[in-house]
């Protein structure tokens, strides 16, 4: 434990922060990322894993632990160095032994962790808690995926008795960016599966997330003195306005749940002239997805035909699908993890993911790649924290996983 506790606090105090502003343009879009991956490698040399290598063109560090047990599938361990938009310089973790299930104030920032704001805190008294000092974000997500891979690996080398197939990992950047999988290589990788180790409360096992799109729609007015304006004005910012109400109104974020998608506004600017609005747009159901989608044309097109010329454009992708789609069609990864989580006593949350992973991206690309907790919570800001305990079940889980494939 304490091996791995320290490998934790050595990354997280390392800023690898991404930068959305150089998404795609620049891989991976910040030096630090690349240093920490150049740093990495020659500890996994270190550690005793083979081929060694990092992907300049892709970003991804991949390494190898070479089968000692014939028949075995080749599985794959993912997860990304690479922290969120929150201030990641000069972190300072703060460790809180066994903790009492009360306030834990967060260095000398005047911020505090509460149980009263953070109910899931009580999940974890007596338990070693790692925190921020109330300046920072932690960079558990996914630093602590990154080090469960590596203290797993590690332990397997170090105990060959311990029989498992040909284990390969992946560390990759720009995750928090949503561009770090475009470009992941997985005929090299050459695993029959995967799992990106970027969850969060102990015993999630997710393969089944969100099918995603964007949606920015430009608005053009005609500006003219506000004195003169009748039957000549037309304002870009009430264009806006009866978008946005046309839009359904409790498909939103803030009143669905579980498996019910969403049309979220996320950005809005302008003046009389010229105005923009950004959207994404979620579903599990790729049907109910779709539909959401024609939504958007449709009050685009409507709004449209009330004007001589077209003042409303609109421009739509997909971002990622739902992996669902592609893991149903090979359950092994998911049938293996889940044996192993019971294995060990966990108890195995499947709840679909609102959001994205890498894994999504990955499992279309032919490799089914599942997402396992790594343990953190609160992840993204200053009350970001991690239990040692739960690092530890997630390291466990790995090795179990390893076991169980090689039975087969």
Do not use: W
């Amino acid at each position: 434990m304490e091996r791995f506790v320290d490998r934790f606090l050595r990354y997280v105090k390392k800023n690898t922060r991404s930068d959305e502003s150089k998404a795609g343009i620049e891989i991976p879009s910040t030096a630090s990322q690349m240093e920490f991956l150049e740093e990495l490698s020659e500890e996994l040399k270190r550690i005793g894993f083979e081929e060694v290598k990092i992907n300049k063109k892709n970003a991804f560090l991949t390494a190898t632990v070479p089968a000692n047990v014939d028949n075995a599938p080749v599985i794959g361990f993912i997860s990304h160095v690479d922290t969120a938009a929150f201030n990641a310089e000069n972190i300072s973790p703060q460790i809180h032994e066994n903790y009492d299930g009360g306030d834990i104030a967060l260095g000398n920032s005047g911020f505090v962790l509460s149980p009263k704001e953070f109910p899931n805190l009580k999940n974890y008294i007596g338990q070693t808690l790692i925190t921020t000092d109330g300046t920072t974000l932690l960079g558990a997500d996914d630093k602590a995926g990154v080090c469960e891979i590596v203290s797993a690996m590690e332990y397997l080398i170090e105990n060959p008795q311990i029989k498992h197939g040909k284990l390969r990992v992946a560390f990759g950047c720009d995750e928090e960016i949503g561009v770090g999988a475009n470009n992941f290589d997985v005929e090299d990788f050459g695993c029959d599966f995967a799992y990106t180790m970027d969850g969060s409360s102990v015993g999630e096992l997710q393969f089944e997330c969100f099918n995603a799109a964007e949606a920015k729609i430009d608005i053009l007015g005609k500006s003219v003195h506000p004195g003169d304006a009748k039957n000549k004005m037309i304002n870009a910012l009430t264009i806006s306005r009866d978008i946005q109400m046309a839009m359904p109104l409790l498909s939103v974020p803030e009143t669905t749940e579980c498996r019910e998608g969403f049309i979220h506004l996320i950005e809005a600017h302008g003046d009389v002239e010229n105005a923009s609005l950004v959207y994404i747009i979620r579903d599990h159901n790729r049907e109910l997805f779709e539909d959401k989608k024609n939504t958007v044309i449709k009050i685009c097109e409507e709004i449209n035909s009330r004007y001589d010329i077209d003042r409303v454009k609109l421009e739509m992708h997909d971002e990622y699908r739902n992996m669902a789609d592609i893991i149903k069609n090979d359950p092994r990864s998911v049938d293996i993890a889940t044996k192993a989580m019971e294995n060990l006593g966990i108890t195995v949350n499947k709840d679909p993911i609102r959001g994205g992973t890498d894994g999504s991206k990955i499992s279309f690309m032919g490799l089914p790649t599942p997402n396992i907790f790594a343990g953190g919570e609160n992840f993204h800001g200053r009350f970001e924290f991690v239990s040692v305990q739960s690092i530890q079940k997630a390291i466990d889980v790995i090795v179990e996983i390893a076991k169980i494939a090689a039975e087969k």
